[in-house]
């Protein structure tokens, strides 16, 4: 058992010399994060040693799908909000399950113009909004939003990117104008 555990062990550490700086910075382009993409990457060693069979400690695409599962597991857990993570006071959003609507259709549609008139230098297509509201407010995945507006999973992550990081410009300059 000692032997098995070490062979582990040694291919373990041989995969991190060969892929590990290509998949901590494939974790960090994800996470935006240092502190996150560290967590992660020590995550995906630990389930490498614990789980690889010998075939897959230098399958880079095996690894890359365990990394990115990994980072969608911790999406899903909510340790992120990259809008809000440096804005002291973000705009309320009450998330609400998908199958919900909080009344009339024209109250939601008030509460969308009323978000997006908070924001009202940022320069935002309106289906880029859509698809940040569907994700935000409803909690829609990638992928629903993706067949409600007709758009690969991609264009609607990077569109969400794109809104909360205008949303995440826009409040750190309205804190800045205030200090000043």
């Not at 555990?5 to 892929?19: F, W």
């Not at 067949?147 to 750190?172: D, P, Q, S």
Request: hydrophobic share 35%.
């Amino acid at each position: 058992m000692e032997n098995q555990l070490s062979e582990q062990g040694r291919r373990t550490v041989e995969a991190m010399d060969a892929h590990g700086a290509q998949l901590h910075r494939f974790l960090l382009r994800l996470t935006e994060n240092e502190a996150d993409a560290n967590d992660l990457s020590q995550e995906l060693w630990v389930r490498v040693y614990k789980k690889a069979r010998p075939e897959n400690f230098h399958n880079l695409r095996w690894l890359h799908t365990v990394a990115r599962n990994l980072f969608l597991d911790f999406k899903r857990r909510g340790k992120t909000r990259g809008f809000v993570q440096s804005a002291e006071k973000p705009p309320e959003i009450a998330v609400m399950p998908a199958c919900e609507h909080s009344g009339s259709l024209e109250e939601e549609k008030e509460l969308y113009e009323r978000f997006w008139r908070g924001f009202p230098s940022i320069n935002l297509s309106d289906q880029d909004k859509s698809i940040f509201w569907l994700y935000e407010r409803y909690g829609y995945t990638y992928r629903e939003v993706a067949e409600k507006v007709g758009k690969g999973r991609t264009a609607i992550m990077f569109a969400v990117k794109r809104c909360r990081n205008c949303c995440l410009e826009y409040l750190n300059k309205e804190d800045e104008d205030a200090r000043s």
